[in-house]
């Protein structure tokens, strides 16, 4: 498949996602009955979805490693955490919580994990810029370390701050210019990875950061009783799962490849196993065991076809060549070629 092939994908997925989130914009100013009892449903499903997604990720790293594929399952490992706290300290419907928290405290978790994010995507995009223009990159052992370090510690940094500003009311995106330099950071990640040759997990994660971009914008205009509240988390769900749609199918090839190498090395096992048998055979002579070799692997070169097989050797002054030929309606027809291997004189 083409590189136009592959990529066709994307710009209609961004101009779905672009086409959701204008709709939501201007069509989701209208007041409607509180659905906030969805809010931790859809803070679950978000959860699940980066713990499948980092999961997933690690695993493909088995059959194809990548200093980027790195970067985003720490990404969403760490939003996995993130989450999890988050939907401890999530009000639900009633007002209630798990956990007892300040009143702004699960907004400044929002706040902060998005910035969180924005590193590792632009750690991300300046991996892959750096791979694919043959630049060196630090060592596998250095990647995985700092990563995994930044796996744990990123969330701690974020939940300590959270706590310390909890008291704190976080205002809107155009207010705080965090939220500004967040999608700063994603939109740029986005167009490095999208126009950046990768592969399709590369490409799909391309799309996330669209969504989440998107749905960092529309916090500026939610209010938790509107659409377009309700249509924030469906784009946060979205990047959620996007890119584990693409590790699996990733992954389901590559078994698919190791099925395909298995069996084919199964079969030439056969072969070498048919022709072992016929080596050892007491009941041939030299010949007849010959040319049933001869006739064994070209039956397994080119099984249920025409086929021919030819072995030259030299006997004497003369080059021999031993041919097997079989065709649908003709036994097995051995023929025997001999050419004079001194060169004549004129």
């Known amino acids: 498949m083409t590189r136009r092939g592959r990529l066709s994908l994307v710009p209609v997925a961004a101009a779905a996602l672009v086409a959701y989130s204008a709709g939501a914009t201007v069509l989701g100013r209208a007041t409607v009955p509180s659905l906030l009892f969805l809010v931790p449903s859809a803070v679950v499903a978000?959860?699940?979805?980066?713990?499948?997604?980092?999961?997933?990720?690690?695993?493909?790293l088995r059959t194809r490693w990548r200093a980027s594929r790195v970067m985003l399952a720490g990404s969403y490992l760490s939003t996995a955490l993130i989450a999890i706290l988050f939907l401890l300290v999530t009000r639900f419907a009633d007002g209630s919580q798990i956990i007892v928290t300040p009143r702004y405290f699960g907004s400044w978790i929002l706040q902060l994990w998005e910035l969180v994010l924005g590193a590792y995507a632009l750690a991300f995009a300046a991996v892959l810029l750096r791979v694919e223009r043959g630049d060196t990159i630090p060592s596998r052992r250095?990647?995985?370390?700092?990563?995994?370090?930044?796996?744990?510690?990123?969330?701690?940094?974020?939940?300590s701050a959270a706590w310390t500003l909890g008291t704190r009311e976080t205002g809107t995106l155009?207010?705080?210019?965090?939220?500004?330099?967040?999608?700063?950071?994603?939109?740029?990640?986005?167009?490095?990875?999208?126009?950046?040759?990768?592969?399709?997990?590369e490409r799909a994660n391309a799309i996330a950061l669209l969504a989440l971009a998107l749905a960092t914008l529309?916090?500026?205009?939610?209010?938790?009783?509107?659409?377009?509240?309700?249509?924030?988390?469906?784009?946060?769900a979205v990047w959620g799962f996007v890119v584990l749609g693409a590790a699996v199918s990733e992954l389901l090839s590559a078994y698919d490849r190791l099925d395909r190498t298995e069996e084919a090395l199964f079969e030439h096992t056969q072969r070498l196993a048919a022709m072992w048998e016929i080596a050892g055979d007491a009941s041939l002579d030299e010949a007849e065991r010959f040319q049933a070799i001869l006739d064994a692997g070209s039956r397994a070169i080119r099984p249920g076809?025409?086929?021919?097989?030819?072995?030259?050797r030299l006997d004497g002054e003369e080059i021999v060549v031993?041919?097997?030929?079989?065709?649908r309606d003709f036994p097995m027809i051995p023929c025997v070629y001999r050419v004079s291997a001194t060169p004549s004189r004129r």
């Open 322 to 327: 031993e041919s097997v030929v079989g065709r």
């Open 218 to 236: 529309l916090d500026v205009f939610d209010r938790p009783t509107t659409l377009t509240y309700y249509a924030e988390m469906t784009l946060y």
């Open 46 to 60: 978000t959860m699940l979805g980066c713990i499948a997604t980092g999961v997933v990720l690690l695993v493909t």
């Open 174 to 201: 155009t207010e705080n210019g965090l939220g500004i330099a967040i999608v700063l950071e994603l939109f740029v990640a986005t167009g490095a990875v999208a126009f950046v040759k990768g592969d399709r997990i």
């Open 142 to 159: 250095t990647i995985s370390g700092v990563v995994w370090t930044a796996f744990v510690v990123l969330p701690l940094v974020t939940i």
């Open 305 to 312: 076809q025409i086929f021919s097989g030819h072995v030259a």
